[in-house]
């Protein structure tokens, strides 16, 4: 099998990583709700964890990295928590169903109104975001990148256009582990990370980073282990965000895929690159296929057929060569739209730093069969 859905979520896990998880499930005790020595034990290591993630995208302080479930709820921890009646957002149409879902979500019910910047000659340009700019606007949400195309908007320069009062809020999903970012360096007030992508953890692992310009309402309320007397959430973050037991092996294996990426991104991001050129470049000599992406630094290669539709190649893929993508619309409708492809969508190879040429060749030769089959 060869597994290429990669952006989708990971399809393996470094042995550090499953080493971290089976020692988190041989003995989990409950971090921070009790003071026994395993307890403390567990605590310490989500301390650790948090400190590693600050420390990775130069964050804001470890007490403002909340650990989520995944990258959507970080993102709707965000949107839903600070967004206020009256309030504009801009977008862009590269972003995912998390960040558009609860926008439209806040638009119907009368809270907020938004718009998305769309694409100039098939690339997101800062300028159209910054065009979109009101006098009520209040954050711009831009994914670090789309995980149809593979584009990396620029959010450095993006920030330079919008006034300072705007927040800056980035979607990681795509972009987290495969590419440099600098909450500090970039300008950002909020980076939601997924931790089973791009960080190498397992399913069920995310973050929310924000900076001291963003107060964030609770949208779940609990336990928390601390100001346990009162029937009211903490005014103190992590914990006013971070209700219920926290999901430590998860977080066990958000450490160490971090550790990986600190140690290896730069060179993953080469391979990566030089990975999805060699795709471009192999469907550029096949039959009927149509390529939607540059080489990039995400493993992203999505491509479509003049007659077979995507979710067709994808199950053929999987069935006759064991070879896994996803076909379809990747949850980011709107740039299916502004690519034209909409609603058939598109078929997504997305690779890891761990493959290259070998699985490349094995997929584009597949292809070529395909096209000539059916």
């Given at each position: 099998?060869?597994?290429?859905?990669?952006?989708?979520?990971?399809?393996?896990?470094?042995?550090?990583?499953?080493?971290?998880?089976?020692?988190?499930?041989?003995?989990?005790?409950?971090?921070?709700?009790?003071?026994?020595?395993?307890?403390?034990?567990?605590?310490?290591?989500?301390?650790?964890?948090?400190?590693?993630?600050?420390?990775?995208?130069?964050?804001?302080?470890?007490?403002?990295?909340?650990?989520?479930?995944?990258?959507?709820?970080?993102?709707?921890?965000?949107i839903l928590g600070v967004l206020q009646k009256g309030d504009h957002a801009v977008t862009t149409c590269l972003e995912h169903n998390s960040v558009l879902r609860p926008l439209e979500a806040l638009r119907r019910a009368g809270v907020i109104t938004y718009d998305v910047a769309p694409l100039t000659d098939g690339k997101l340009m800062p300028e159209s975001i910054a065009a979109l700019i009101k006098p009520n606007t209040r954050m711009a949400i831009v994914t670090t990148a789309s995980n149809v195309t593979g584009e990396v908007p620029d959010l450095a320069k993006i920030r330079a256009l919008l006034p300072e009062?705007?927040?800056?809020?980035?979607?990681?999903?795509?972009?987290?582990?495969?590419?440099?970012?600098?909450?500090?360096?970039?300008?950002?007030?909020?980076?939601?990370?997924?931790?089973?992508?791009?960080?190498?953890?397992?399913?069920?692992?995310?973050?929310?980073?924000?900076?001291?310009?963003?107060?964030?309402?609770?949208?779940?309320?609990?336990?928390?282990?601390?100001?346990?007397?009162?029937?009211?959430?903490?005014?103190?973050?992590?914990?006013?965000?971070?209700?219920?037991?926290?999901?430590?092996?998860?977080?066990?294996?958000?450490?160490?895929?971090?550790?990986?990426?600190?140690?290896?991104?730069?060179?993953?991001?080469?391979?990566?690159?030089?990975?999805?050129?060699?795709?471009?470049?192999?469907?550029a000599s096949l039959k009927g296929y149509r390529a939607y992406f540059e080489p990039n630094p995400v493993g992203i290669c999505s491509f479509s057929h003049e007659r077979i539709p995507s979710e067709e190649i994808a199950g053929e893929l999987s069935e006759r060569y064991r070879i896994c993508v996803r076909g379809g619309l990747h949850c980011a409708p709107l740039i299916h739209k502004a690519l034209g492809d909409f609603p058939d969508g598109l078929v997504r190879a997305s690779f890891s730093p761990e493959q290259g040429k070998k699985e490349a060749k094995a997929l584009l030769a597949a292809l070529s069969e395909i096209e000539k089959t059916l």
């Amino acid at each position: 099998m060869i597994y290429l859905d990669h952006a989708a979520t990971g399809g393996s896990k470094a042995p550090s990583v499953l080493s971290a998880v089976l020692a988190a499930l041989r003995c989990c005790a409950n971090p921070g709700r009790s003071g026994h020595t395993l307890s403390l034990a567990a605590a310490e290591r989500v301390f650790a964890a948090r400190r590693l993630i600050c420390d990775l995208f130069e964050g804001y302080g470890l007490e403002r990295v909340v650990f989520t479930k995944n990258c959507t709820e970080a993102l709707n921890l965000t949107i839903l928590g600070v967004l206020q009646k009256g309030d504009h957002a801009v977008t862009t149409c590269l972003e995912h169903n998390s960040v558009l879902r609860p926008l439209e979500a806040l638009r119907r019910a009368g809270v907020i109104t938004y718009d998305v910047a769309p694409l100039t000659d098939g690339k997101l340009m800062p300028e159209s975001i910054a065009a979109l700019i009101k006098p009520n606007t209040r954050m711009a949400i831009v994914t670090t990148a789309s995980n149809v195309t593979g584009e990396v908007p620029d959010l450095a320069k993006i920030r330079a256009l919008l006034p300072e009062k705007v927040l800056l809020v980035a979607d990681g999903a795509q972009g987290a582990g495969h590419i440099a970012l600098s909450m500090k360096g970039m300008g950002l007030d909020a980076l939601a990370l997924a931790g089973h992508k791009g960080m190498g953890g397992m399913q069920g692992s995310g973050a929310l980073l924000f900076s001291e310009r963003m107060e964030i309402k609770p949208l779940l309320f609990g336990g928390t282990g601390s100001e346990s007397r009162s029937l009211e959430m903490p005014s103190f973050y992590p914990d006013r965000l971070e209700s219920g037991t926290l999901s430590y092996p998860a977080i066990c294996s958000l450490y160490e895929g971090a550790l990986l990426v600190k140690a290896h991104r730069a060179e993953w991001e080469k391979k990566l690159f030089k990975t999805t050129a060699f795709v471009k470049k192999g469907l550029a000599s096949l039959k009927g296929y149509r390529a939607y992406f540059e080489p990039n630094p995400v493993g992203i290669c999505s491509f479509s057929h003049e007659r077979i539709p995507s979710e067709e190649i994808a199950g053929e893929l999987s069935e006759r060569y064991r070879i896994c993508v996803r076909g379809g619309l990747h949850c980011a409708p709107l740039i299916h739209k502004a690519l034209g492809d909409f609603p058939d969508g598109l078929v997504r190879a997305s690779f890891s730093p761990e493959q290259g040429k070998k699985e490349a060749k094995a997929l584009l030769a597949a292809l070529s069969e395909i096209e000539k089959t059916l």
